[in-house]
């Protein structure tokens, strides 16, 4: 009896520091690639809105920065945006919860974007994707240890 307790529990432990090991090193490789984009962003010299970059926007989005935006202003850097809503597809037909931050360049191409896709007490998935310095990836794990979808 008391070796199937130590057995079953060296198992459990082991299934948990896998566990925690791949979400910590998922939040690290997220973590190093905002902090890349951010230094990358804030190293370029400082930009203003003017009509010369308006004028190459599509015509909608001219309109709104004309009447929101005066011409002279900073443009935007780095944005961080939390994002909260319902999710479902096509092999999951039921509405779940999603809880996403996505971290955006302002001026350079490149962004993060993690969400938490919570469909029971104990059942979730991580949805990650990265852009930036020309190279992207995307990956979607069950309770962020086992990849469904590269």
Request: aromatic letters at 10%; a positive charge; glycine letters at 6%.
């Amino acid at each position: 009896m008391d070796k199937t307790i130590f057995i079953s529990s060296v198992v459990t432990l082991t299934i948990a520091v896998v566990i925690v090991s791949s979400l910590i090193r998922a939040r690290l490789r997220r973590s190093r690639t905002v902090n890349r984009l951010r230094e990358a962003e804030w190293a370029r010299p400082h930009r203003r809105m003017n009509h010369d970059i308006v004028s190459t926007l599509p015509r909608p989005v001219q309109g709104y920065l004309e009447h929101a935006i005066t011409s002279g202003t900073e443009q935007v850097r780095f944005a961080k945006v939390k994002q909260r809503g319902q999710w479902r597809s096509l092999s999951q037909p039921e509405w779940s919860t999603l809880d996403a931050m996505a971290y955006y360049t302002g001026t350079l191409p490149g962004f993060v974007w993690h969400a938490k896709i919570t469909s029971g007490r104990y059942y979730w998935q991580d949805a990650q994707l990265l852009y930036g310095n020309g190279e992207a990836s995307g990956r979607v794990k069950f309770m962020g240890l086992i990849t469904m979808f590269d």
